[in-house]
């Protein structure tokens, strides 16, 4: 659990840091450069990440909670809005004159979706871990940036391109599920 728990905090410190530490930041830019920083910013990353997956496949999966069949279809829909979020977070979107924030905003989803369905100590440390890190990343994306400018909304083809790639997203998830998450996803 100890390793599972330090990448999540890993994870978090690494992005948190250029908005609660903006002095680190740039020393560690002064020091290294732009792509110096860049690369200990992703080296931190997937480190993290690789402490999450082997923390997670090492973890106690002890169940603390069950909530019954009738929250999936609650679960499924806040990961079909996860996964548009998600997939469209980059992209010219109308979603994005709607939410500042679409990643976390679909993180904070996927999260909650993943929180109703698993009730296991190491689900429990892992989506709520998340949880907590996408609601602090936006309140610190906002004290540091201040006022949102809303984008401009993007053309009728281009939020159907959206649309077409959260549906190829979503069917890649719900294919491959089984394989890098170990549980196939019921409908």
Not at 91 to 113: D, E, N, Y
Request: aromatic content about 10%.
């Amino acid at each position: 659990m100890f390793l599972l728990v330090a990448g999540i905090v890993l994870w978090a410190f690494t992005h948190l840091v250029p908005g609660m530490l903006p002095d680190l930041k740039k020393l560690v830019i002064k020091k290294l450069g732009v792509i110096g920083y860049k690369g200990v910013f992703s080296l931190s990353i997937l480190v993290a990440i690789l402490m999450i997956v082997f923390g997670w496949k090492s973890s106690d999966t002890a169940h603390l909670f069950y909530l019954g069949p009738e929250v999936h279809k609650v679960s499924l829909l806040l990961m079909i809005i996860s996964v548009y979020l998600l997939s469209v977070a980059n992209f010219p979107s109308k979603i994005k004159t709607l939410i500042r924030h679409p990643m976390l905003v679909g993180l904070i989803l996927w999260s909650s979706a993943h929180l109703l369905m698993n009730g296991d100590i190491r689900s429990l440390v892992l989506f709520a871990g998340f949880f907590l890190w996408s609601i602090a990343e936006i309140i610190v994306i906002n004290r540091r940036d201040n006022k949102w400018i809303k984008p401009e909304p993007p053309t009728f083809m281009r939020e159907l391109a959206n649309i077409v790639i959260a549906i190829g997203v979503l069917m890649a998830l719900v294919h491959s599920h089984i394989y890098f998450a170990g549980m196939p996803v019921h409908s």
